[in-house]
Structure formats: C-alpha cells, structure tokens
C-alpha cells in the first residue's frame, strides 16, 4: 500500500465536482427558503405566493435531485479508480451502515 503525496492527490481531484456538489447544496437551502412563497403545499406559507419563487422552485424540484444522483455516481465512479470494490464496499459499510444500526439501537 503506497501512500500518495500531496500533491499527487491535489493533481488527480477533479475539484469541478466539489464545487458542484457546493453549489448544489446552496441551491437545496434557497429551494426551501422559496418554498415559503411558492404555491406548493409546505409547513409554513407566506400569504402572498410570487411568480418568480413558484419558477425558481418549479425549475430546482426538477433537477436537484437527480443532480446529487449524478455527483454522487462520479464520487463512486473515481473512488473506484483507487481501490477494490471490496475495499469500496467496505469502507461504506463502516462510514454508513454502522452509524445507522448505531443510531436505530439507540
């Protein structure tokens, strides 16, 4: 197992997806501010619904979603260039399942 330097890490991260998965979850933050003032069913509504949230809102409910999808895909698909599947499988298992159970227990 070789440990990389680094600047060899720096190289191979493709910041571009980083920063999109930012971007993203601003745009999650501001789609549920401007569920407040669209028409939409939401636990709190403004009195006055506007024609710029209910498009803002509309246009974001339509790719947010399946944008972190996406993100999501790449992170697998280039943490995959640097180890197993098994060690992949593995790694998940201990960051997502045992917090999980963790939490249920409890």
């Known amino acids: 197992m070789s440990v990389k330097s680094y600047q060899e ?5 493709i910041f571009f997806i980083d920063w999109l998965r ?4 601003f745009a999650v933050f501001f789609f549920h501010v401007g569920r407040f003032f669209d028409e939409g069913g939401w636990h709190v ?10 498009l803002v809102t509309g246009f974001t409910c339509q790719w947010l979603m399946p944008l972190f999808f996406v993100l ?15 060690k992949f499988l593995w790694e998940r298992l201990k960051r997502i399942f045992l917090p999980f159970v963790f939490v249920c227990w409890y």
């Open 9 to 13: 890490t720096k190289d191979s991260r």
């Open 22 to 25: 930012v971007l993203a979850t």
């Open 45 to 54: 509504k403004a009195e006055k619904s506007y024609i710029g949230m209910i």
């Open 72 to 86: 999501s895909a790449a992170a697998v698909y280039y943490s995959l260039q640097h180890r197993s599947p098994s």
